[in-house]
Every structure is written in structure tokens, then in C-alpha cells.
């Protein structure tokens, strides 16, 4: 099973940027999908999850209304929109995936199975 991110980068304050979580090995439609992202000495936080259903979201509050989580069933792929990027979303972002998770788990890295290797996000103010 391979996860892996794409679409990282430099951008400025306020600008937006793309990423992608392309799988191999394992159907994006039945697992929930989430996004972390990990800054230099923090822990990994919780971005947003994706249900197997393609439609029921989750977002840290962070990130609400500026995000947007989404899955293209055809490329076996999961998109992060993100738009109005400010410094602090600087990290280094991971796809995460797993057939089994369950509500109350959701925003704990530990409860995902499978992981990318990560994208690096750099907002400059």
C-alpha cells in the first residue's frame, strides 16, 4: 500500500494551493481519508477527515471554511484545497487512510493505518 502526497510548495499569505494523496494498492472508496499536518516541533494535528462515502467531512477549526477536502473516484486520488493560506499553516502535510476508523478517533494519528510521506507547505507573510 502506497500513499502519496504531491502538490507542496511555496506560497504567500493569502494565496492557495493544491495537494493531491495519490494510493496505490488499495480503493480510496473504502476507506476514510484524513489529512495531518506537522509544523517543526509540534505534533502531528489533525487537518480533516474524509468518510468512505465521499461526502461526510470533518474539519479542525483551524481550517474550516478555508480548506476543502475532496475525492476523485476515477483517479483514486484525494485533493486538499486550500485557499487563504496564512504563516501558520506552515507544516509539513500527510495523507493518512483506513478502512475501519471510527467516529471518536478520527483527529488521532494513531488510528490510522496507512501514511504518506508528506508535502512540505511553506506560507511566507
Known amino acids: 500500500v502506497q500513499l502519496v502526497e504531491s502538490g507542496g510548495g511555496l506560497v504567500q499569505a493569502g494565496g492557495s494551493l493544491r495537494l493531491a494523496c495519490a494510493a496505490s494498492?488499495?480503493?480510496?472508496?473504502?476507506?476514510?481519508m484524513g489529512w495531518f499536518r506537522q509544523a517543526p516541533g509540534a505534533e502531528r494535528e489533525f487537518v480533516v477527515r474524509l468518510n468512505q462515502n465521499g461526502v461526510t467531512t470533518d474539519y479542525s477549526d483551524s481550517v474550516k471554511d478555508r480548506f476543502t477536502i475532496s475525492r476523485d473516484n476515477d483517479k483514486n486520488t484525494v485533493c486538499l484545497q486550500m485557499n487563504r493560506l496564512r504563516p501558520d499553516d506552515t507544516a509539513v502535510y500527510y495523507c493518512a487512510a483506513d478502512p475501519t476508523i471510527i467516529m471518536s478517533t478520527i483527529t488521532n494519528p494513531d488510528a490510522y493505518k496507512y501514511w504518506g510521506q508528506g508535502t512540505l507547505v511553506t506560507v511566507s507573510s
Open positions: 494498492s488499495l480503493k480510496l472508496t473504502t476507506y476514510s
